[in-house]
């Protein structure tokens, strides 16, 4: 047989694979095992003088391996063609990625912990990033939106009400537990697996799962960076969860300074990642500003305070702002959610404002790009 042969043949058990995965586990993991066999058989079939086919398909046979939990055969395989020094350089990186991959999985699967299937890769790159690092408060900062943003999906798919004040509910974060892993470096990386908690059996049988919990915050943040104005509103009807996943979506993108794209994939070879960069900052902006911000009323005249935030008190609805050593005091926030304004406590800020006789009406704030 030759590798086309082998090749048509793995793909169409891949995807038998993929259609029996949700609700016959087993029957799922034996097809990935032949697709993986196929493929292997079609790298073993093509030589490396053709660079970019062999590379693809040494990609694919490793990820196959991996899908099928045969991490062993995944690695022998990877590092048989990596030690061949005939890769193209994409298939090189990709192979890495999937090595590290597969050993914290290895590491998820003997912690004693019960994970869901997979993990969000999430990575910064350009500005201050370098290979494998980057600034601690930027990696802290982007962490906790994350978090903030599987909460926050927890309690929408739970039909909570909107909550503007305080951390997400302990029945909230018993359902799922974010872990955060190290990731295979290139730019800065790091993953984050979902525990299936035991507490979440305590809830009753309207708990989302972790596979709806996932694949929502993935909706949310493709449909946020690609279509905020339309499929986010079908998909988030309500107005108040909507402006709150928007906010807290802008705070993940990158002001084009620390950084330059932030991106979240479903595995190393994800062929359809979600990238946030300036663009998508910029977007986001324009609508809230457009749909969620107080309108300007005839008398009023715009404005923005730029400064550091020192104060908030929502409760009391007002925030204050250092600006050039002097506090300027905003009212009008109480409606602003605790885990959109709490994160950019002692950082420099932007504050649209509308004023009227002296007093300073909130708009809107974020981070200074």
Same mark, same amino acid.
């Given at each position: 047989?030759?590798?086309?042969?082998?090749?048509?043949?793995?793909?169409?058990?891949?995807?038998?694979?993929?259609?029996?995965?949700?609700?016959?586990?087993?029957?799922?993991?034996?097809?990935?095992?032949?697709?993986?066999?196929?493929?292997?058989?079609?790298?073993?079939?093509?030589? $490396?003088?053709?660079?970019?086919?062999?590379?693809?398909?040494?990609?694919?046979?490793?990820?196959?391996?991996?899908?099928?939990?045969?991490?062993?055969?995944?690695?022998?395989?990877?590092?048989?063609?990596? $030690?061949?020094?005939?890769?193209?350089?994409?298939?090189?990186?990709?192979?890495?990625?999937?090595?590290?991959?597969?050993?914290?999985?290895?590491?998820?699967?003997?912690?004693?912990?019960?994970?869901?299937?997979?993990?969000?890769?999430?990575?910064?790159?350009?500005?201050?990033?370098?290979?494998?690092?980057?600034?601690?408060?930027?990696?802290?900062?982007?962490?906790?939106?994350?978090?903030?943003?599987?909460?926050?999906?927890?309690?929408?798919?739970?039909?909570?009400?909107?909550?503007?004040?305080?951390?997400?509910?302990?029945?909230?974060?018993?359902?799922?537990?974010?872990?955060?892993?190290?990731?295979?470096?290139?730019?800065?990386?790091?993953?984050?697996?979902?525990?299936?908690?035991?507490?979440?059996?305590?809830?009753?049988?309207?708990?989302?799962?972790?596979?709806?919990?996932?694949?929502?915050?993935?909706?949310?943040?493709?449909?946020?960076?690609?279509?905020?104005?339309?499929?986010?509103?079908?998909?988030?009807?309500?107005?108040?969860?909507?402006?709150?996943?928007?906010?807290?979506?802008?705070?993940?993108?990158?002001?084009?300074?620390?950084?330059?794209?932030?991106?979240?994939?479903?595995?190393?070879?994800?062929?359809?990642?979600?990238?946030?960069?300036?663009?998508?900052?910029?977007?986001?902006?324009?609508?809230?500003?457009?749909?969620?911000?107080?309108?300007?009323?005839?008398?009023?005249?715009?404005?923005?305070?730029?400064?550091?935030?020192?104060?908030?008190?929502?409760?009391?609805?007002?925030?204050?702002?250092?600006?050039?050593?002097?506090?300027?005091?905003?009212?009008?926030?109480?409606?602003?959610?605790?885990?959109?304004?709490?994160?950019?406590?002692?950082?420099?800020?932007?504050?649209?404002?509308?004023?009227?006789?002296?007093?300073?009406?909130?708009?809107?704030?974020?981070?200074?790009?």
């Amino acid at each position: 047989m030759s590798w086309a042969d082998f090749h048509e043949r793995s793909e169409r058990l891949a995807a038998e694979a993929q259609a029996e995965a949700p609700t016959a586990h087993d029957r799922a993991l034996a097809l990935y095992v032949e697709a993986a066999q196929m493929e292997s058989h079609a790298l073993d079939a093509i030589t $490396s003088a053709k660079p970019r086919t062999y590379g693809v398909t040494a990609v694919s046979a490793v990820a196959l391996w991996f899908k099928a939990k045969r991490f062993a055969n995944a690695q022998q395989l990877a590092h048989r063609v990596l $030690s061949q020094n005939a890769l193209p350089p994409f298939a090189v990186e990709q192979l890495q990625g999937l090595l590290q991959s597969i050993w914290s999985e290895e590491v998820r699967q003997s912690a004693g912990f019960k994970f869901s299937e997979g993990a969000l890769l999430v990575s910064v790159s350009g500005g201050q990033t370098v290979t494998g690092g980057a600034p601690l408060d930027l990696v802290l900062s982007k962490v906790e939106g994350i978090q903030s943003l599987f909460f926050r999906t927890v309690e929408y798919l739970q039909r909570l009400p909107h909550r503007k004040r305080g951390a997400a509910p302990i029945e909230v974060q018993n359902v799922c537990r974010p872990w955060l892993f190290q990731a295979a470096p290139g730019s800065y990386q790091f993953a984050i697996a979902i525990e299936e908690t035991a507490q979440r059996t305590l809830f009753g049988p309207d708990v989302p799962s972790v596979e709806e919990i996932k694949g929502t915050f993935i909706g949310l943040l493709r449909d946020t960076t690609e279509d905020p104005s339309e499929a986010l509103a079908r998909r988030v009807p309500d107005k108040e969860y909507r402006g709150t996943f928007l906010k807290l979506t802008r705070a993940l993108a990158p002001t084009g300074k620390d950084f330059s794209v932030l991106t979240i994939k479903r595995s190393s070879t994800d062929p359809d990642p979600i990238n946030l960069d300036a663009e998508s900052r910029k977007t986001i902006t324009e609508l809230i500003r457009k749909d969620f911000t107080k309108p300007k009323e005839t008398g009023e005249t715009e404005g923005q305070l730029s400064g550091i935030l020192r104060a908030v008190h929502l409760d009391q609805d007002w925030l204050e702002v250092t600006v050039d050593g002097k506090h300027e005091r905003v009212y009008g926030v109480g409606e602003t959610a605790d885990d959109v304004v709490g994160p950019l406590m002692n950082r420099l800020v932007i504050v649209e404002i509308v004023t009227q006789g002296g007093r300073q009406m909130f708009r809107d704030i974020e981070a200074v790009p």
